[in-house]
């Protein structure tokens, strides 16, 4: 992922986060979120189905982590 995604994407995660109605570690790992937050993202990158990705395969660790 490009830096200038993460860029802004960090510039804009209260209003993703809004938009996703402040999902939960759990729903982000444990539903099928993808759709959702490519939906969301493709209104600031260009590219959202790999950040989407990223995101989903990160809050999937933390969730395991948190529940071992």
Do not use: C, G
Not at 12 to 40: C, G, K, M, Y
């Amino acid at each position: 992922m490009a830096d200038d995604d993460l860029k802004i994407i960090h510039e804009n995660q209260d209003d993703i986060r809004h938009q996703l109605e402040n999902p939960s570690l759990r729903r982000i790992a444990t539903t099928d979120f993808e759709e959702d937050l490519v939906a969301v993202l493709s209104n600031y990158i260009d590219a959202p189905e790999y950040a989407a990705k990223k995101a989903i395969e990160e809050a999937k660790l933390w969730h395991q982590e948190l529940n071992s």
